[in-house]
């Protein structure tokens, strides 16, 4: 588990994080959303020791993080990063001896990660010569290569077209699995409300909101219902307490001012006809992001 207790850094006058304190939690995918200048990309390099903090610490597994745990983290930045003339595999085995593996470990590993980010037939030749969404693959590839304790990656799906965004969503959910915390950065929503475990949001340097991605969802509810009949459900737009937002026929989505008007609702709804779906909408991503970063 890496956890970030009150980090704060400033550039001069300008303060980028102010308090920043969240967790990331093995075996668990913690999505980490902000807009641009939120503070995203200073917080990881923070916790790659690139930045130092201001204030504020950071523990892994309960003890203060260490330069030498963090080389054996793997991290992938947002610019591209790898020798553009190199080959794709041996630029890969090279970062791997790099970590400490023998140079049959690193070639097996290399090979391995090529073939399941779908780069096998790919592997001798260069960087360069890569479409732009192959090389973020590559880059997943060099993250990966060592097995990495803690695994950090910065818009990790950008470029990416939809059939590579599913192979490397595999790659990273078995990598997961695996036990080991995994941070990334996505500016698209969607992927990450499909990909994560945990939710981190960040606006102006301070977190406002963290937590699992169920919780959150829950937590932000609105008070609002599908309603789903088997006959006309007309008659709720008359019940008190009752906001409809959408209808027809027998469904309605709407909002009440109370748990006991919506208990009301479902019990007229019973008595009334079939009711084949009644159940709060939650909402998405997107909606919790824009609601805790006004």
Request: hydrophobic residues 40%; negative net charge.
């Amino acid at each position: 588990m890496l956890e970030l207790h009150s980090i704060n850094r400033s550039f001069g006058d300008r303060r980028v994080l102010r308090d920043v304190s969240f967790t990331v939690t093995g075996g668990r995918m913690t999505g980490f959303v902000g807009g641009n200048g939120a503070g995203k990309t200073t917080t990881m390099r923070v916790i790659l020791g690139v930045l130092a903090p201001d204030s504020g610490s950071l523990t892994l597994d309960g003890s203060p993080l260490s330069a030498e745990q963090r080389t054996r983290f793997g991290y992938m930045p947002e610019e591209r990063g790898l020798y553009p003339k190199m080959k794709i595999a041996e630029q890969i085995v090279y970062l791997g001896r790099l970590h400490g593996m023998s140079p049959a470990q690193a070639k097996a590993s290399t090979e391995s990660l090529l073939e399941r980010l779908g780069l096998g037939e790919r592997m001798d030749d260069t960087v360069e010569s890569l479409s732009l969404g192959n090389q973020q693959r590559a880059q997943i590839a060099a993250a990966l290569v060592h097995d990495p304790e803690v695994l950090v990656l910065d818009e990790p799906f950008s470029g990416l077209d939809p059939i590579a965004v599913e192979v490397v969503l595999n790659v990273l959910k078995d990598f997961a699995a695996t036990g080991a915390p995994v941070l990334f950065s996505s500016h698209q929503l969607d992927i990450v409300e499909r990909l994560c475990d945990d939710l981190v949001v960040i606006a102006d340097g301070e977190i406002r909101a963290s937590g699992s991605r169920e919780g959150l969802r829950a937590q932000h509810t609105l008070p609002r219902f599908e309603l789903q009949l088997g006959g006309d459900a007309g008659w709720l737009r008359d019940e008190p307490g009752v906001s409809v937002l959408d209808f027809a026929g027998g469904y309605a989505l709407f909002d009440v001012d109370s748990d006991a008007t919506a208990q009301r609702v479902l019990q007229r709804a019973i008595a009334t006809s079939t009711v084949e779906r009644f159940a709060p909408q939650l909402p998405s991503l997107s909606q919790i992001f824009k609601e805790v970063i006004q």
